[in-house]
């Protein structure tokens, strides 16, 4: 199976590191063959030209050629999501099973936009955090309320702890308050059935934590597990069964409340309704 990559610029951690990942979690049944980037890489990266020659992949003249030469599509871009909805034009109406890589959107509307492409066309298609499938989050059934926590910034990195959250609570979510630190920020997060959940980021760095109140008790659990091996699993599968899918309701849960996190920084300690 040939895989095609569709970047904003291919010079970056998950195109340097997925090819090998994917090739080996398929045991050589699938691999990356193809690669477009729409600019060459900032401050100091690779040309596209450069990371081709040095990964051994072709390089391709346009979106149109990924789709017409490829049996499946990543759409990377996992640093600037504010690009997904321009780069997935074309890739979801393909038809071919399509991956876009972590953030989804920025918001909720573009979500719901970037989906309806897909869902119109009818081309599988799912975006996920590889927190989603960290082992220590397996099983973990009737939470109360959880107080999550994880290294760096909102924009970029909250969507690691969000992706578990949301998936552990299995709710919408009502409204967000932003409380910023030192060296810290805090989101508090209510759901639609009065549950709460905190997520907070640590600029200096932190272990990916929770602290999660069940039915049956508390269950601390630090993320330990090789979480990146088991997605890359997932998406192999995925590529096989294209009906192996995150729910998109969930996705669409996830960018909502990342969406309002974005507004709550702005008006810190209002809560921010959904």
């Known amino acids: 199976m040939k895989i095609g990559f569709i970047d904003y610029y291919l010079d970056e951690w998950h195109a340097n590191n997925y090819p090998a990942w994917i090739k080996d979690a398929s045991k ?6 193809l690669a477009y980037g729409l600019i060459d890489g900032p401050d100091g990266r690779r040309t596209n030209a450069q990371w081709c020659a040095d990964m051994g992949i072709a390089q ?5 050629q990924i789709i017409a030469e490829c049996d499946a599509i990543i759409v990377l871009s996992p640093d600037n ?4 909805e321009q780069l997935c034009q074309l890739p979801l109406r393909s038809k071919k099973p399509v991956y876009v890589d972590k953030t989804f959107a920025p918001d909720y509307e573009t979500a719901k936009r970037i989906f309806d492409i897909a ?4 081309t599988p298609c799912y975006s996920t955090s590889a927190l989603r499938y960290a ?4 099983g973990i059934e009737n939470v ?6 994880g290294p760096n910034g909102f924009e970029i990195y909250s969507i690691h702890q969000l992706e578990p959250i949301v998936m552990l609570m299995k709710a919408d979510a009502k409204r967000v308050m932003y409380l910023p630190g030192d060296q810290w920020y805090s989101i508090t997060i209510e759901f639609t059935d009065g549950r709460i959940a905190t997520l907070t980021g640590y600029a200096q760095g932190s272990p990916f934590m929770m602290n999660i109140a069940c039915e049956d008790g508390a ?3 630090e993320v330990k597990s ?3 091996h088991e997605f890359i699993v997932q998406l192999v599968e995925f590529f096989k069964d294209p009906s192996k899918v995150v729910p998109h309701e969930e996705t669409l849960r996830i960018m909502a409340v990342r969406g309002a996190g974005l507004k709550a920084i702005e008006a810190p300690g209002t809560w921010i309704e959904l």
Request: negative net charge.
């Open 144 to 149: 109360r309320a959880i107080s999550s926590w």
């Open 60 to 64: 391709a003249d346009s979106i149109e």
């Open 219 to 221: 269950k601390l659990v």
């Open 28 to 33: 050589g049944e699938m691999e990356v063959t």
């Open 119 to 122: 869902e119109e066309s009818g």
């Open 226 to 228: 090789d979480f990146f």
């Open 135 to 138: 082992s220590e989050y397996q």
């Open 81 to 84: 999501c504010e690009m997904h």
